[in-house]
């Protein structure tokens, strides 16, 4: 936290305000990103994974019993993905997935940043800011993800043609004025402490830290989710990448189960029509 604290002041040392607003920041961000002029090197802790790590939240294993409403609270990210009304239950019961069904920890600081991607397989996802600097999200409906994915292609073809897997690899940024300029539909909020953000299936979102925090996050699957992860395997079939999980193999586990729910028998129709 030291050391991103000092970073972070000696950068800004030059603006009048001890403080530096939301708006301030945003803009000396895209300035370093978009200029081209300042090499810049942050650090960023992504994708610790919780059992080796810990979590923010109580855990069974690291806690006393008395933590256990708050161990066995639905709000939990070590809870939420095999909830009752979570399909991951029936993918990973025990939450070993990791950074899928077991949450991932993150520690960032100043312009540590999560570029454009969207969620493996579709996902539904919740980030819950545990402590420090905020956050601000950019995102874009998975309805407009193929937008999104045309404005990719505009802005670096030969990036994109050299590695059809780039969105996949969460290592590209692209202003959001640019993607507005080509159409893309773009909203923007800035996450403090205590809050949490949720991203919709397929949507892709991006962003970048204040300052000094760590945050947790995990995935889940709501029923309506179901057309969206039989949307990834079509997508991942045509750049050859291979899912997280088997769509068809939970297809036929929620079959075999009995799972009552409308957006089941469109895709028990498509698993078998195969």
Sequence with gaps: AAKANEF????????????????????????????????????????????????????????????????EHPWNLNNIATLDDSLLRFVSPNGEISGVSAPWIYVGMVFSTFCWHNEDNYLYSINYLHHGAPKTWYGVSGAEAPLLEEAFLSEVPELLRADPKLLFKLCTMITPRVLLAKGVHVTKTVQRPGEFIVTFPKSYHAGFSHGFNCSEAVNFALPDWL??????????????????????????????????????DAEVEWVFNK
């Design 227 to 264: 057309p969206w992860g039989r949307d990834s395997v079509q997508r991942y079939k045509s750049t050859k990448r291979s899912p997280v999980f088997s769509h068809e193999r939970l297809i036929v586990t929620l079959a075999h189960e009995s799972f009552k729910s409308p957006w089941l």
């Design 8 to 71: 972070k002041s000696k950068f800004f040392a030059h603006m009048p305000n001890s403080e530096v607003s939301d708006e301030e920041l945003e803009k000396e961000y895209w300035r370093v990103v978009d200029g081209g002029d300042l090499m810049l090197r942050v650090e960023y802790g992504n994708d610790l994974d919780v059992t080796s790590h810990g979590s923010g939240f109580p855990r069974a294993e690291d806690d006393p019993p008395e933590m256990k409403e708050w161990i």
